[in-house]
């Protein structure tokens, strides 16, 4: 293996023209108090040598990065990748660069990822915390100890005075539910995520006071806890919902992939969709427009979620960390597609 090429430094460029660091520095940012000859020795060494300027040092040097730290739990699926196509467009605009970590959903991974950031100097820390995180909040203690401006998205910690921009996942799952209902169902199961993820939690939440709201007694064999967010688990948790409840005619499924492994067992057992069996779910994952029928979805507003962040943050930037602002809520859509609907009604057709 070649050892690694030595990367020319102001330095190295001082040494060969034998001029001082700093006036080949200043040469470089084209100060006024060098001449255009200095100049013109210096730029060309500077190219003939491959000289690539420090732009975190210098910009350390004026009391900013211009650096702002994201950490998503994945980049699997649409929406983290949405997200951060937000994030990266308003961020970008501002003069910001975006530095991106995943915890691959482990807390030792976003601890360690929140180490990187801090050690590269970021302005900001916009995350959204992994499935294992609850209830550890120190490393995000230490990030607020620091002065560093520390935005939450989608999934928020238990953490006083945190700062956040999430989606109405309660009022998502409620509107779902109550389609379901306005189709005709009366038994609805839920496929449900982690209780200790605030978005799991409040999809639940929503979709039990829709049946209350419609006078539905739920019955405790109609939810079912996803042990992981998967395909399978997905079809594990169906058939377990059936052999509970044979007689049930309604699916609201917290998380869309799990969804796609429910559609295959309901097919798998000559049950149709949506005449025997009506679907919907979060989120609104290109796939899911893919699938035979079209699932039902409610939309997350991902990108306006990252777009969002960085606005909240660049306001704790401006105002400094005695700036509270409540959680900013973005509001859901139900985009209702063929798996809810009556044979005899179009699709798709969202609703606000």
Not at 126 to 154: C, K, N, W, Y
Not at 241 to 251: A, F, N, V
């Amino acid at each position: 293996m070649s050892a690694k090429k030595h990367q020319t430094s102001i330095k190295d460029l001082a040494l060969q023209l034998n001029l001082s660091i700093s006036t080949v520095s200043r040469a470089l940012a084209g100060h006024r108090d060098i001449s255009e000859a200095t100049k013109q020795r210096v730029r060309q060494l500077a190219q003939e040598l491959s000289f690539r300027p420090n732009q975190l040092a210098a910009a350390l040097r004026k009391g900013h990065s211009k650096t702002l730290g994201v950490i998503v739990p994945h980049i699997k699926g649409y929406f983290f990748p949405a997200v951060l196509n937000g994030i990266e467009k308003v961020a970008t605009r501002e003069g910001f660069n975006v530095m991106m970590c995943q915890s691959n959903e482990d807390l030792r991974r976003e601890k360690r990822n929140i180490e990187t950031l801090l050690d590269a100097q970021v302005e900001g820390i916009l995350m959204s915390v992994s499935a294992t995180t609850h209830p550890e909040v120190e490393h995000f203690e230490q990030v607020r100890r620091q002065g560093i401006p520390l935005v939450f998205f989608d999934r928020v910690p238990e953490l006083p005075q945190s700062m956040a921009v999430v989606l109405d996942d309660f009022q998502g799952a409620y509107q779902a539910v109550s389609h379901l209902i306005a189709q005709g169902c009366t038994r609805i199961a839920h496929l449900a995520g982690p209780q200790h993820l605030n978005t799991s939690r409040n999809r639940c939440l929503g979709y039990l006071e829709a049946l209350r709201a419609h006078g539905i007694a739920h019955d405790e064999q109609w939810l079912y806890s996803l042990p992981t967010l998967t395909h399978e688990a997905g079809r594990l948790g169906m058939q377990h919902l059936l052999d509970s409840d044979p007689k049930l005619d309604g699916l609201f499924a917290a998380y869309a992939i799990p969804t796609v492994g429910a559609l295959e067992v309901l097919r798998e057992q000559g049950r149709r969709v949506p005449q025997d069996m009506a679907l919907a779910c979060f989120s609104n994952e290109p796939f899911t427009a893919m699938t035979q029928p079209q699932l039902t979805v409610i939309d997350q507003r991902a990108e306006q979620m990252g777009e969002t962040a960085v606005r909240l943050f660049l306001q704790l930037l401006k105002r400094g960390p005695v700036y509270a602002p409540p959680h900013l809520v973005l509001k859901p859509e139900l985009i209702i597609r063929n798996s809810s609907l009556h044979r005899s009604q179009e699709s798709p057709v969202p609703v606000r």
